[in-house]
């Protein structure tokens, strides 16, 4: 996933806030330029403290800027209106870059303090920006005049981008709807920012306890000294604790004999956010649903899925649904077959109960072994997360594109987890500053993800290059045994280094345009293209080595892993197909107040379940109350489709390696062009021009098994 930040782009305004005394900020690390070679944020210096002043110094700065490109007597030109924007507010840059990393990946309840400070206040700078008359007024003057202009093709593209967000975000309306919508905008910023703190709350600190170590049989041993473990800090030494983060739900639910066990691991999940009153979503995604609606008819659309896929590739509700309903209907077929296959097994080893929701990765497990002799279990030992970043996607960008990972131990880091590397191109200049994060903490939002600490831009002799992290939640290491990974984890290894990727190698001028600041229908592209070199077998046997042994993993294994690939691929697609549906779902109805205040979520899930017939054993991907993507921000609302519209464009798009060679140069090439253009030109144009032709969702299907 690439998490959004608030850019600088986004942050301009003209909204006047005043600034904290000269004091506050004379020893701020944020006010001056760093000192490290390429300009990695002193956390180590860094307080809480800093944070607020630096916000406020930096919208003053950026206030300065843009009031200068409103009172230039000169004629309004890309120069003095578009690009003095886009390189505007050097410290709200700064300081935003840091603010929304730690937010996700280290937030403490002082973190989660500030945000609730300072993120309605860049919500309020946004709206000041983009609410201007005066400053729309030039940007409107340099669009419509882009060709007497004589602008090249990027600057017109940078042009346009602006035009149009400040266009979608209220710049045509009237006074009075400015104001109710910057107040739809507040209102939305809190509740999103209150949905993803219940949802971190409750999956860290909604624990459950087993006191018999029979409950145990099946499990890993790393799952079980973890659990352990967590019992002892809670202060129940000799017995074992569990919570429902993927890096212990998922192993509970497959290896478990105890389908009690299981039960309650799968009610605890599925119930996150949901349950109680301190932590239950349901208010905040009435609240959500009924604001966005609002917002969606004051800028003239319909519904909010009108609005939501209006500037985007499928253009229209219906057109996103036609893409998943050509997904779903042989996902739900393949559904069947698996559960049948499932329950043959059950019926076989004396299991004679029905077989429950909770058992789905569990039968799943067994009848993979049985079909293939396969379990998870063979291949972990392969798969420690050291060596797959080292050896599998370093290894893979080395052989693709010439880059070398250089590690900085001394560099500095907002946790001690944190991994930096120096990350140098084929001839040896310095390409980004690249770091990893990949253990779970209480602290630490559920998931994985990929974002950029500061932008890269290539303009006026200044070429500042990247700072770019991935994070994640994988297995912890447990005593002598590092991490070891499932298959499933490989592969999210490999995606978010894929954004990674696409975020490095960027090679543009203006930051409006760099690495991922693409249209969300092409952004999960590069990631999921990634993910093939994970499969490909002069990468797999380069990083899958035992880690004690330093075997590499056997050729029978690598034949099962094959073998295996599009095994459960009806249950992966239809728990994904069916989430995006339902986010459809919520957002193509044109919610009135009266309804909105009375949605029962549960209710409106199970009538989508209906409506798509969904097999009864399969959940959808992320439930309501969790489902981070649509109701904590606002940027995959409506929008999760995309995920399998850039599926499609993945699957497409790495034919020409599988008809050339994984590494063959001139498709590299050619691939890496695509990723250097970051967002300077259309997205079909770029695809097009890298793949020859316009995608089909043909190989999609057949790589899924599904045709």
């Not at 297995?475 to 490095?504: C, I, K, N, R």
């Not at 919610?591 to 009538?607: G, L, R």
Request: with cysteine; aromatic share 12%; glycine share 6%.
């Amino acid at each position: 996933m690439k998490k959004v930040l608030f850019t600088v782009l986004a942050l301009a305004t003209l909204v006047l806030v005043s600034c904290s005394d000269k004091k506050s900020t004379e020893n701020n690390p944020f006010m001056s330029e760093y000192e490290n070679e390429y300009g990695i944020p002193p956390f180590d210096k860094i307080s809480y403290a800093d944070y607020e002043p630096a916000v406020d110094a930096g919208i003053e700065q950026q206030n300065a800027e843009i009031d200068s490109i409103i009172k230039n007597t000169a004629e309004p030109n890309f120069e003095n209106t578009i690009l003095a924007l886009d390189n505007s507010g050097k410290i709200l840059s700064k300081v935003g870059g840091v603010l929304f990393a730690l937010c996700e990946s280290d937030n403490t309840p002082e973190m989660q303090k500030l945000s609730e400070v300072l993120l309605p206040k860049l919500t309020a700078q946004s709206d000041g920006m983009y609410m201007n008359d005066s400053l729309f007024a030039k940007v409107k003057a340099v669009y419509d005049n882009a060709d007497k202009l004589g602008m090249d093709p990027i600057q017109k593209r940078l042009t346009e981008k602006f035009y149009k967000r400040f266009v979608r975000n209220g710049a045509l309306l009237t006074p009075e709807q400015k104001d109710s919508l910057k107040e739809i905008n507040r209102k939305l910023g809190d509740f999103n920012l209150k949905f993803g703190n219940n949802i971190q709350h409750d999956l860290s600190g909604c624990i459950f306890f087993v006191d018999n170590e029979e409950e145990l049989k099946g499990l890993p041993q790393g799952i079980i000294d973890n659990a352990a473990k967590l019992a002892a800090d809670k202060g129940k030494k000799g017995q074992w604790a569990f919570n429902a983060i993927a890096a212990t739900r998922l192993p509970v639910l497959t290896y478990a004999d105890s389908r009690d066990l299981r039960r309650k691991m799968y009610e605890t999940y599925t119930s996150t956010a949901s349950h109680g009153d301190e932590w239950d979503n349901s208010e905040n995604i009435r609240n959500i649903l009924m604001l966005r609606q609002q917002k969606a008819n004051l800028l003239g659309f319909n519904t909010y899925a009108d609005y939501a896929t209006d500037p985007y590739m499928a253009k229209t509700p219906k057109a996103a649904e036609d893409l998943l309903m050509q997904l779903w209907r042989p996902a739900i077929k393949k559904v069947d077959e698996e559960v049948a296959d499932m329950k043959k097994y059950a019926v076989e080893h004396g299991d004679t109960a029905q077989i429950e929701p909770c058992d789905y990765y569990y039968y799943a497990e067994k009848v993979k072994k049985e079909k293939f002799n396969f379990s998870e279990d063979d291949v972990r030992p392969y798969f420690a997360l050291d060596s797959v970043v080292k050896n599998g996607i370093f290894f893979a960008a080395n052989k693709l594109y010439g880059l070398t990972f250089e590690e900085m131990p001394d560099a500095p880091k907002y946790n001690p987890e944190v991994k930096v590397y120096d990350v140098k191109d084929a001839e040896g200049k310095h390409l980004a500053v690249f770091m990893t994060d990949y253990l779970p903490r209480d602290v630490k939002s559920p998931g994985a993800w990929m974002n950029a600490m500061q932008e890269a831009y290539n303009y006026g002799g200044e070429n500042i290059r990247p700072i770019i992290y991935n994070v994640g939640n994988m297995a912890l290491p447990s005593g002598d045994t590092p991490s070891l990974l499932t298959w499933d984890d490989v592969q999210t290894v490999f995606h978010e280094f894929g954004h990674a990727l696409h975020g490095m190698l960027t090679r543009v001028p203006y930051r409006g345009l760099a690495g991922t600041n693409t249209d969300r229908d092409i952004v999960e592209m590069p990631s999921q293209i990634n993910e093939h070199w994970a499969f490909e077998p002069e990468v797999l046997k380069n990083y899958a080595r035992h880690y004690k042994t330093g075997e590499v993993i056997p050729d029978s294994l690598v034949q099962k892993l094959n073998e295996s690939a599009q095994f459960n691929m009806g249950f992966m697609t239809t728990e994904l197909v069916g989430a995006a549906l339902m986010d459809l779902f919520w957002h193509k109805k044109a919610w009135t107040p009266e309804e909105a205040k009375n949605i029962d979520v549960k209710a409106f899930e199970q009538d989508v379940k209906n409506q798509l017939n969904m097999p009864a054993l399969v959940e959808f991907r992320y439930r309501s109350p969790y489902f981070k993507h649509v109701f904590a921000s606002d940027e995959y609302a409506c929008g999760y489709y995309t995920y399998l519209w850039a599926q499609v464009l993945e699957a497409d798009g790495y034919l020409p390696f599988e008809k050339a060679g994984c590494f063959d140069k001139a498709t590299a090439d050619k691939y890496r062009a695509l990723l250097e253009a970051g967002d300077t030109e259309d997205p079909m144009v770029l695809y097009k021009r890298y793949r020859g032709q316009a995608p089909t969702t043909d190989a999609l299907l057949r790589n899924r098994g599904l045709k």
